[in-house]
């Protein structure tokens, strides 16, 4: 499909623990990934931006900072179970990618230019690289093997 949205993944930033909130190093971490991603889209792309995230805080958390950098409405960060799907062990990967593409669907029809999915771990690698095996940095960017497809 060719005006399919290109897919890019993110792993939650850095966690305080004691809070399962995103620590200060954390945030700052993501404020820098999230400024060197809008200024890579430029300001017509930037604001373009759908952005979903698991349901977890740090994961949220990470969506609002990427939001604010992109311009993006913080209010139109969506929330979808799929992105921890397999942190808490309640789905498997032929789903998470299904889901994934069910999105991207629906942002081909809103004319989305990109989508940034906000996860963990295991999501993000598997929607990264095809497997969840691949270590990701915790603030980091990655494109998606699915915009190979």
């Known amino acids: 499909m060719s005006n399919r949205p290109h897919l890019f993944v993110a792993r939650h930033g850095n966690v305080d623990h004691s809070t399962q909130s995103l620590s200060p190093e954390g945030r700052d971490g993501v404020t820098f990934s999230a400024a060197k991603f809008a200024a ?3 300001d017509e792309l930037s604001p373009r ?3 979903y995230t698991s349901e977890l805080d ?3 958390q990470t969506g609002e900072v990427f939001a604010e950098e992109l311009g993006v409405d913080p209010g139109k960060v969506t929330q979808v179970g799929i992105l921890s ?3 808490e062990e309640v789905g498997t990967p032929e789903e998470l990618v299904a889901g994934a593409q069910e999105i991207l669907g629906q942002e081909a029809s809103a004319r989305t230019p990109q989508v940034l999915m906000v996860g963990h771990m295991t999501e993000v690698s ?3 690289f095809g497997t969840g095996a691949e270590h990701v940095k915790p603030g980091k960017i990655y494109p998606s093997y699915l915009n190979n497809q």
């Open 40 to 42: 890579f889209l430029g």
């Open 49 to 51: 931006t759908a952005i």
């Open 58 to 60: 740090r994961a949220i």
């Open 85 to 87: 799907y397999l942190t």
């Open 126 to 128: 598997l929607l990264a």
